[in-house]
């Protein structure tokens, strides 16, 4: 798979973590020294790496403390989101305004150019509606044309070419001439590329864009190169200045160097990434996704993003004291129970805690649980919820009639209520005033 190894010692490096208590200097610095080598040998830059961790670092330092959050979750959360602000945080998308929109493919032989090229002007066709012209501008090899025309034949889009003529300039202003006559919307422009960067492709490629003037120049690159593919992007952002990054090859055995360390050694975008040879094999890249990806760890990401999102201290603090002098009553549990209701799906929920989500799995625990408890409190006398000790057997009967339930599943309701108040103050008075606010979670 994508980036396994990687995966698979970033998820090492975070068990350093497990079973601490909570985030400290050492620990972090333990754990970032592991993910740092994981990166190196990953063949993301070594300026990049460095810079990812001490990121990482000071936002694992200056964390607010979670109760509801380990160390180690709360660190796969730091570092996924790192992660995507690394490759852009957002997707940035192709800019095919004018009419013609001019794009100019740049890149190495080799690269996938060419069968990038095919894919896009499908993508852009089938996707935005868009009316393309191929255009081949490869005249040192024949076969070149051949191909492109070839992929052409399959996605049904015409493609420009002269046999006869050496010069690729002439016909990149002849094929926008073409287009407009034709009433082609979008010219994509296949370039020649060389094994190895050499001035005169790089001369070329220049007088190609200053004669046409393209308002979108991507730069293609084999994702299989890691170092290699960052240091040639840098060598043709110098040269083209261009405006986006096309990673191939992602299907394959790549480590990942390339797509981390791109977008931060040229400050280009990664816009789209080629996963196959075959023409559907493209995606637009999204930054978030990836490091999902990366990180296979979605399922703790999104646990903690909801107890961040559900933590509040406030409330916190008022149920303790509420607690600590045996206050706690059916207003609360209800509260409590629609906190957990508003965290979304119950079985989802569960499923998210690691370990939890196999057990489960056929278990049938929904949110129609709560149905009758809800229904049960909410058929009590605000008098009897906040006073539950007066629920005798005529006010237990009139409550089962009103909520629609039967007797004894008001019994057990309220049974379950005194013992979880009773363990609730244990804990308070036992100085296991964390472990309630994990509880709450
Ligand atoms: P060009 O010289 O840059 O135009 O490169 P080509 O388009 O001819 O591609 C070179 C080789 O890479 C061909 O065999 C392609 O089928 C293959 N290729 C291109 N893109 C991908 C990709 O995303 N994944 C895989 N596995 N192969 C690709």
Do not use: W
């Not at 690394?86 to 150019?113: C, E, F, H, R, Y």
């Not at 499908?122 to 070149?144: E, T």
């Not at 034949?153 to 926008?176: D, T």
Request: net charge positive; glycine share 8%; with cysteine.
């Amino acid at each position: 798979a994508m980036f396994e190894n990687l995966s698979d010692r970033l998820e090492r490096s975070f068990k350093i973590l497990k079973g601490e208590g909570k985030i400290t200097e050492i620990n972090v610095a333990e754990t970032l020294k592991d993910v740092r080598r994981a990166l190196l040998d990953a063949d993301v830059n070594y300026k990049t790496a460095k810079e990812f961790t001490e990121s990482v670092r000071q936002k694992a330092l200056g964390q607010e403390v979670l109760t509801a959050v380990k160390p180690h979750q709360l660190m796969i959360k730091i570092v996924h989101d790192e992660l995507a602000l690394l490759m852009g945080a957002t997707a940035t998308d192709v800019n095919i305004k004018g009419n013609p929109a001019i794009i100019l493919m740049s890149g190495l032989q080799g690269s996938g150019k060419t069968t990038f090229s095919g894919k896009l002007a499908n993508l852009l066709k089938s996707k935005r509606g868009k009316n393309p012209l191929l255009v081949a501008c490869d005249v040192y090899r024949p076969a070149a044309i051949e191909q492109l025309k070839i992929l052409g034949e399959q996605i049904g889009i015409p493609v420009y070419a002269e046999e006869e003529n050496k010069n690729p300039v002439e016909i990149a202003q002849h094929a926008v001439q073409f287009a407009k006559q034709h009433g082609k919307d979008l010219v994509i422009i296949d370039t020649a590329g060389r094994l190895a960067i050499d001035e005169a492709m790089m001369t070329e490629i220049t007088a190609i864009k200053n004669a046409v003037n393209p308002q979108e120049i991507l730069f293609v690159v084999d994702a299989m190169t890691g170092q290699d593919a960052v240091n040639t992007a840098k060598e043709f952002n110098e040269r083209l200045d261009f405006n986006g990054v096309v990673l191939t090859k992602l299907d394959g055995d790549t480590r990942g160097g390339a797509a981390l360390s791109i977008r931060s050694v040229v400050n280009k975008p990664i816009k789209f990434v080629g996963t196959g040879e075959k023409l559907d094999a493209i995606d637009i890249f999204h930054p978030e996704r990836m490091a999902d990806r990366i990180l296979g760890m979605g399922d703790i990401v999104s646990l903690v993003e909801k107890a961040q999102e559900q933590y509040n201290e406030e409330e916190a603090r008022r149920l303790q004291k509420k607690i600590a002098k045996n206050q706690f009553d059916f207003n609360d549990f209800i509260a409590q129970i629609q906190q957990i209701k508003k965290m979304g799906n119950l079985k989802d929920l569960a499923s998210m805690i690691p370990g939890v989500g196999k057990q489960i799995k056929d278990l049938d625990i929904d949110d129609d649980a709560f149905k009758s408890i809800e229904a049960i409190i909410c058929s009590m006398t605000p008098k009897e919820r906040s006073n539950p000790e007066i629920l005798n057997g005529s006010r237990r009967a009139r409550i089962a009639k009103g909520s629609g339930t039967n007797i004894q599943e008001v019994n057990n309701l309220i049974k379950q209520f005194d013992q979880t108040r009773k363990m609730m103050r244990a804990m308070t008075s036992g100085g296991g005033k964390a472990m309630l606010r994990n509880m709450r979670r």
